[in-house]
Structure formats: structure tokens, C-alpha cells
């Protein structure tokens, strides 16, 4: 833990202010040395008090505000003034913006020098005493931010056996239900420097030639600087890999092959946005962050009319999510009544962040991979995180510490920002979105594709009832004209949720992980990590 000293230091170079209950108030302009010019610079101020707010008002002049998004934010070389975006733009600039965002700026992906030989570390104090000597070979940090360095289980020490259980999982089921009459076609978003590919590809050249022989290895990526650097690594070894620079939310290219898609620790930093309920009448508001002609953040609420968050509200209602609401609060309109008049009483619930981002992957699945399967990891908890429900960690690092925040508006591009899932109510989100129709201009334009398993009669065409009225539970609705390796319209098995240590434990090879003391970090590092396959 830092000393206050430093933490505050941190905190006002953040240019950071908290919610507040109703409208919002400001902090001071960042002092990180950025090379603003003299007449850009803002005189110091005192008696910052953005806690509280007991006006139901926001200010006008922030309400009058243009209001952008990320995607009009891309062309600019510093950070917008006197606009107001959704929470979800905000985190967006902030993350991916090409000139100043985090990842396109400031994050280094952690790379391990060479694989640890685990048969020689005695415990896992030693293990943890490894990585940190790996860590401390990036240098000390000077004055000002440090590096921002992040990694994922491939890179932190578990090359190639954690890209190696992956590629076991999918080409098990490749091998089940498409061999040797489809092509194996894998798609991956957020690759990093490309080492899962290469560690999956490599297990699969050497344990499955045949398989490997019909392998499609796509990577979507949305920074260039990463997809230069996942070409360098990755096409003269597999040729079978080709690089999509570009985001997932901007894909437009259907592909109506039989497909895997991976997305390895990447949605947690999908933007969210965020939504408080009045507690009078349970009308869930949307949040909007304001920045001011200083450069100052604000936040204050209106009422939904983005359409991505009214169908994520109303999603959630269809699927029996509730909303994070104290059940008597929502049973009694007198106890709200009474509870919304008592003396400094919020008259907002406490802010919720909700997946958004996540809803428009899934419809670009739904829409655009229409036979894939999803294997998908990340984390489940998380500590550290700021207030709220569902609330994300917001940290940086300052002379070689990682150091936490306690607000989300930070200022751009020097803090990483990243949420845990509700990996339950993922799963029923993504299994409700796989089960609607097309648009229908997407079927007219759907030109037939050949394939050997598919039936030129469809049984289906009587009804799904057709063999028998039982469907089990755990199957999705069979796609018409597509058999099974049975020969039979069976549905594909709808995706499950597993802890860490249990997939690993199908799918890797623990002895490969297991120190002198019989202790497997592989299975016990990452306890608050969970799948969906």
C-alpha cells in the first residue's frame, strides 16, 4: 500500500470526481505533464466537495453541452472539451482511442522471456517470488505515471500449456462434429501480441496435422500497432492466420461456416454504461459524464433514451434479472414514499454498470457468425473495485505500485479500466440471443451454402417434432437443413458456465503445471476467473 502522500498525488493527477447523488460537481484539472501549452494551464483551486449534491438540477451550462460519442472522438489528438458523452463513450475514448487512449498509448503486454520450468519451483511462494523477479525486469519507474503494464495467464507464466488446453477443447469438438467435412475456422478477438495463437496453432500443427491442415486462424484486432505485431509473430510460422484490423463492433462480413470464436480476458474491458434508479418511482436513469472547458468531469442523469440501454433493460426484465433495487423498496410504494423524505435521504439508487458493449458482441455473433461456438474467459470478482454495483477497477501504476481509484472518471488514457461478468446471466443473455430469428433482410440476402451435412429435404420442415416432441433442456432449437453427425436434426448443446480449475482440469495438461510441493498454479491462480463454452 502506498503512503497518503502518494495516493492523493495519484488521485489528483487522475483529474477524477466521484457521482453524485443527483447532479455533480468537478475536480482539478490533471497535472500530469503532458506538454500543455502555458495558456492551457488552469490555476490551482481548493474546497473540492464532489461527494454531495442537494440539488435536483444539474448545471445548465453542462446540460447545453454537444454531445458525442467514441466514434467522433476518434479523429481528435487530445482530449475533448465542454462535451458530455454516456458512460460507455467515455470509457470507450478513454480505452481505445487511437491517440490517446490506453490501450493504443500507454499498456504494455507483459511477456515472460521464456516458459517457467514449474517441476523446479518448490512452492508457490517461490512461484509468486519467480513472477515477481519477471516483473521487476521492466525497470523502475521514474517520476510521473508508471508503466502500464498488463497481462493474461499465456503471458504471465503458463506458455504454452493454458493455449494448448484451449486448442485441445475446440478441436475435440471440431473432431466430434465437423471433421472431415468442414474447414476448422477459428476466430479471436483481442489477441494480444499474438502468443495464445501461436501456442494453440502449434499444438495443433504437431498433435492434429490433419486437422491443422484445414485450419482458418482469424484474429479481429483493433489496435495497429498489435496487429502489426501478431502478423510479425504469427504468418511466417502458420500461414493459415490472417489479421482483421478492426473492431469487433464493426464487423460486417457474415460468415456461414461452422466457426469457434474465442475472446480470452477481453470483455472486461468492454465499456459499460451506467444507470441509477429514481427511488420514488423505480424509473432507471442513464448517466452521461460532462467535461468542461478546464477539463474538469461531472455526471449528472436523464432520463433512457439510448436505445442500446433501453434493450438491455429490457432484456434483463424478459429474462427475470431484477434490477439492484432493495426488494422493500420495490414491493411498497409507501415504504419508498416514506424512505425518499427522511432527512439527506438519496433520492437515486446507487449506480449500477451494466454490459452494454457486451449486448452488441452478441448481436454481432447472432448476426454475423451465425454457427459459431463461443468459448469465452474472464473474470467472475474483482477487488478494489469503486463504488456501485457491478462497478469496474480503476487503477494505475506509480513508481512500480499498482494503485487503485476510487472514481471512474479519470483522466484519459493513463488508467485501465475493466469490469468483472455475471457469467449466469451472460449465459442466459447469449443462449436468448442466439434463439431469435434473423432480421429478415439478413435471410433474403443469405445465399445457400453447400455442405455435405447438410439435407437437401429438411425433416424440420414438418417440425421440430418430427422424430419426437421431447427437446431437451439443454439443447438449443436445430438449425434448418443442418444434421447432426448422427444424421438427425439435432440442436447444438447450449454453453455452460465453469470455474477456472474445472475446465482446466478437462481440457489441460496439470502435470505440466505441478510444483515440488504438488501445488498446480494453474488450477489455483486464478480462482475468481470462470468460462463460458
Keep these: ?82 462535451v458530455k458523452m454516456l458512460v460507455r463513450d467515455f470509457i470507450e475514448d478513454s480505452l481505445y482511442n487511437p491517440h490517446y487512449g490506453y490501450f493504443s498509448k500507454q499498456a504494455n503486454i507483459f511477456t515472460a522471456r521464456e516458459p517457467i ?5 518448490k512452492n508457490m511462494a517461490a512461484f509468486e517470488a519467480e513472477v515477481a523477479e519477471r516483473y521487476a525486469e521492466y525497470g523502475v519507474d521514474g517520476d510521473g505515471p508508471g508503466k502500464q503494464i498488463w497481462h493474461t495467464p499465456t503471458e504471465l507464466c503458463f506458455k504454452p500449456w ?3 488446453a484451449l486448442a485441445r477443447c475446440l478441436v475435440s469438438e471440431y473432431l466430434l462434429k465437423y471433421f472431415p467435412y468442414e474447414d476448422f475456422v477459428i476466430y479471436e478477438i483481442g489477441a494480444g501480441n499474438g502468443t495464445l495463437a501461436l501456442n494453440m496453432l502449434d499444438y495443433i500443427q504437431e498433435e492434429y496435422p490433419d486437422v491443422y491442415e484445414r485450419t482458418r486462424y482469424n484474429i479481429i484486432e483493433i489496435s495497429e500497432n498489435l496487429a502489426n505485431l501478431q502478423k510479425q509473430k504469427l504468418q511466417s510460422t502458420h ?30 474491458n468492454f465499456a459499460h454504461d451506467m444507470v441509477r434508479y429514481d427511488l420514488r418511482t423505480l424509473e432507471p436513469y ?38 439492484p433495487v432493495h426488494r422493500l423498496l420495490k414491493l411498497s410504494p409507501t415504504f419508498r414514499t416514506f424512505y425518499t423524505n427522511l432527512p439527506f435521504a438519496p433520492n437515486l439508487s ?51 505500485t499498482t494503485v487503485p481509484c476510487s472514481t471512474l472518471l479519470v483522466k484519459q488514457g493513463y488508467f485501465d479500466i475493466f469490469f468483472p461478468t455475471h457469467f449466469e446471466n451472460l449465459r442466459d443473455m447469449y ?46 432449437p436445430p438449425v434448418d437443413g443442418i444434421a447432426s453427425s448422427s444424421g438427425l436434426p439435432v440442436g447444438e448443446r447450449k454453453s455452460a458456465v465453469y470455474p477456472h480449475a474445472e ?26 476467473v470462470k468460462f463460458l463454452f
Excluded at 490555476?43 to 451550462?61: G, V
Excluded at 520450468?117 to 519451483?121: L, N, R
Excluded at 436523464?302 to 434493450?311: A, G, H, M, V
Aim: positive net charge.
Design 162 to 164: 493454458y493455449g494448448r
Design 117 to 121: 520450468d514449474f517441476s523446479a519451483i
Design 431 to 476: 443462449e436468448h440471443i442466439l434463439a431469435q430469428p434473423l432480421p429478415p433482410a439478413d435471410v433474403e440476402t443469405q445465399a445457400p451454402r453447400v455442405t455435405p451435412l447438410g439435407m437437401t429435404a429438411s425433416p424440420l420442415a414438418a417440425g421440430n417434432s418430427f422424430f419426437s416432441s421431447f427437446h431437451p433442456k439443454n439443447r438449443r
Design 239 to 268: 500461414p493459415c492466420v490472417t489479421i482483421h484490423n478492426k473492431s469487433i463492433f464493426r464487423w460486417n462480413v457474415r460468415e456461414p461456416a461452422p466457426c469457434y470464436f474465442v475472446a480470452m480476458e477481453v470483455i472486461d
Design 1 to 82: 500500500m502506498l503512503p497518503r502522500a502518494v495516493r492523493a498525488a495519484v488521485q489528483r493527477c487522475a483529474s477524477s470526481s466521484r457521482c453524485s447523488l443527483s447532479a455533480s460537481f468537478a475536480t482539478s484539472a490533471s497535472c500530469l505533464s503532458d506538454g500543455r501549452n502555458k495558456e492551457d494551464k488552469v490555476e490551482d483551486r481548493i474546497n473540492y466537495n464532489d461527494n454531495y449534491s442537494f440539488s435536483d438540477i444539474p448545471d445548465p451550462e453542462h446540460v447545453k453541452y454537444k454531445r458525442v460519442t467514441a466514434n467522433d472522438l476518434e479523429q481528435g489528438r487530445k482530449p475533448p472539451r465542454k
Design 350 to 400: 446507487p449506480p449500477e454498470f451494466i454490459p452494454t458493449r457486451l449486448l452488441s458482441l452478441l448481436r454481432t455473433l447472432r448476426r454475423h457468425f451465425p454457427r459459431h461456438r463461443l468459448l469465452l474467459s474472464d473474470f467472475s470478482t474483482l477487488p478494489d473495485t469503486i463504488p456501485g454495483v457491478n462497478a469496474p477497477v480503476v487503477q494505475t501504476r506509480y513508481q512500480n
Design 503 to 528: 475446465f482446466m482440469k478437462t481440457y489441460a495438461d496439470v502435470r505440466r503445471t505441478r510444483l515440488r510441493s504438488g501445488e498446480n498454479p494453474l488450477l489455483d491462480t486464478y480462482e475468481n
Design 286 to 323: 442513464q448517466g452521461l459524464v460532462t467535461i468542461d472547458a478546464n477539463g474538469d468531469f461531472s455526471t449528472y442523469y436523464s432520463k433512457i433514451t439510448d436505445p442500446l440501454i433501453d434493450s438491455f433493460l429490457s432484456l434483463r426484465r424478459y429474462l427475470n434479472h431484477p434490477p
